[in-house]
Nanobody
Framework: QVQLVESGGGLVQPGGSLRLSCVAS????????MAWYRQAPGKERELVAR??????IYADSVKGRFTISRDNHNNTAFLQMNSLKIEDTAAYYC??????????????WGQGKLVTVSS
């Protein structure tokens, strides 16, 4: 069984910084990609950033402010969020695409961490 444990998030003032972490554990053969999505109240879930190997992609709204990184040895992904704006307020979800020891490719979601940007 595979689990995702997210940490970080919370309340921050506009212009501040936060860091999210996501640790994947369990019966994982390899991880193809790790990503962060977010969902604001009344809006659809959207991709924030994804890292596949050394390749990263970002939503236009966070480019230059957010950085996704991975610790491959510990199956951990980080999302460093700088210059936060009120419109970044949302629940942030970790997503992992991984391969099992039997060769299956599966996807798992974390439970989400709330990020609130407010003065």
């Amino acid at each position: 069984q595979v689990q995702l444990v997210e940490s970080g998030g919370g309340l921050v003032q506009p212009g501040g910084s936060l860091r999210l972490s996501c640790v994947a554990s369990g019966r994982i053969f390899s991880i193809n990609a790790m990503a962060w999505y977010r969902q604001a109240p009344g809006k659809e879930r959207e991709l924030v950033a994804r890292i596949t190997g050394d390749s990263t992609i970002y939503a236009d709204s966070v480019k230059g402010r957010f950085t996704i990184s991975r610790d491959n040895h510990n199956n951990t992904a980080f999302l460093q969020m700088n210059s936060l704006k009120i419109e970044d307020t949302a629940a942030y979800y970790c997503n992992v695409n991984y391969r099992t020891w039997y060769g299956r490719v599966l996807e798992l979601w974390g439970q989400g961490k709330l990020v609130t940007v407010s003065s």
